[in-house]
Nanobody, 123 residues
Framework: ERQLVESGGGLVQAGGSLRLSCAAS????????IGWFRQAPGKEREAFSC????????YYADSVKGRFTISSDNAKNTVFLQMNSLEPEDTAVYYC????????????????WGQGTQVTVSS
């Protein structure tokens, strides 16, 4: 059974940093891409970053480019999201998701994602 478990959310002041983790199990890690999307109340879901595990290629939406960094520890089947220069607009529930592939234009969803972790940025 595919499982993705997020951790690392919390409350931080604007300008601060958080590091999210996504521990994956139940599938061959190298065969997939893993990314992050977020959901804020009253807003559309936004998929904003993805990493192709096999070759390490990374992708970012403009809203987070230059502030967030996605990485993976393939030995531990874990993906990380380092979030710097956080803004109140980044407040949302953050989910890690399993993708068949990702590119600058499109993340191919598998329908598998974790339970989410809350990130709250105060002004």
């Amino acid at each position: 059974e595919r499982q993705l478990v997020e951790s690392g959310g919390g409350l931080v002041q604007a300008g601060g940093s958080l590091r999210l983790s996504c521990a994956a199990s139940g599938f061959t890690f190298d065969d997939y891409a893993i990314g992050w999307f977020r959901q804020a109340p009253g807003k559309e879901r936004e998929a904003f970053s993805c990493i192709s595990i096999g070759d390490g290629s990374t992708y970012y939406a403009d809203s987070v480019k230059g502030r967030f960094t996605i990485s993976s520890d393939n030995a531990k089947n874990t993906v990380f999201l380092q979030m710097n220069s956080l803004e109140p607009e980044d407040t949302a529930v953050y989910y890690c998701a399993l993708y068949l592939m990702c590119s600058d234009e499109y993340y191919m969803d598998t329908g598998s994602w974790g339970q989410g972790t809350q990130v709250t940025v105060s002004s």
